[in-house]
């Protein structure tokens, strides 16, 4: 059975890490000595490109060379650029870390899906792609609905799937997300951001800020 973590947003945004770099360089000849090493940050990796069933889907690839990937499924609308570093980074620090740009998204080309579940198939084929039979994946907000359909569809896919900021369908607090989302049109990003995310209270406007 599989395995199912539920991590608030706020939790995941408190995550730290370190990481210890020691090189050794007592004798000429002796190899150095590394604890750990993260070859990319989320401010240095490169964007990449990978042809899927047509379209150029545009992704960069954090943290570790080897294990089971952690793919990032992000929100409405989101792009690379939107994850916070303290996630990404703290993330990359034990784990490979793969951040994308859903189809018609941002850097990737194509048209935007109109459902979770084709967002949900274009993410399968995004991973396929790539070679990877299995994975471990991370859904925030409309991200953890399509993660959800991921499971559901292609359950042999996932090792371990984390859900964060979102929920099921039918649950207490999405029956109104049509409205809410309705609700920021015309406002800019940061207006936006704060609406989604945050209260409407002084302290935790103040906060999101």
């Known amino acids: ?13 408190c995550l730290t890490f370190f990481t210890v770099v020691t090189v050794s360089c007592t ?8 604890q750990e090493v ?3 940050s989320h401010q240095t990796a490169k964007t990449q490109f990978i042809t899927v069933k047509g379209n150029a889907i545009a992704y ?12 990032l499924l992000p929100g409405l609308g989101g792009s690379m650029d ?12 034990k784990y490979k870390v793969i951040i994308f740009d859903n189809k018609g998204v941002a850097s990737s080309k194509g048209t935007t899906p109109s459902t979770v579940q084709a967002m949900a198939d274009d993410a399968v084929d995004f991973i396929k792609a790539l070679h990877y039979t ?44 049509p409205n809410i989302i309705a609700g920021t049109a015309g406002l800019s990003p940061e207006a936006s951001f704060l609406k989604f995310g945050f209260t409407e209270s002084a302290q935790s406007i103040a906060e999101g800020k």
């Open 82 to 93: 939107d994850w916070d570093p303290a996630v990404t980074d703290g993330l990359a620090k």
């Open 134 to 177: 299995k994975v471990n994946i991370m859904g925030f907000s409309m991200g953890g609905f399509i993660a959800q359909r991921i499971v559901l569809t292609n359950p042999s896919l996932i090792n371990k799937v984390i859900l964060t900021g979102t929920g099921p369908q039918g649950a207490i607090g999405l029956s109104n997300l």
């Open 1 to 13: 059975m599989k395995t199912i973590r539920k991590i608030s947003a706020v939790s995941l945004l």
């Open 38 to 40: 993260q070859n990319n």
């Open 60 to 71: 960069r690839v954090l943290g570790k060379e080897d294990g089971i990937p952690l793919i």
């Open 27 to 34: 004798e000429e000849n002796e190899p150095p000595t590394i």
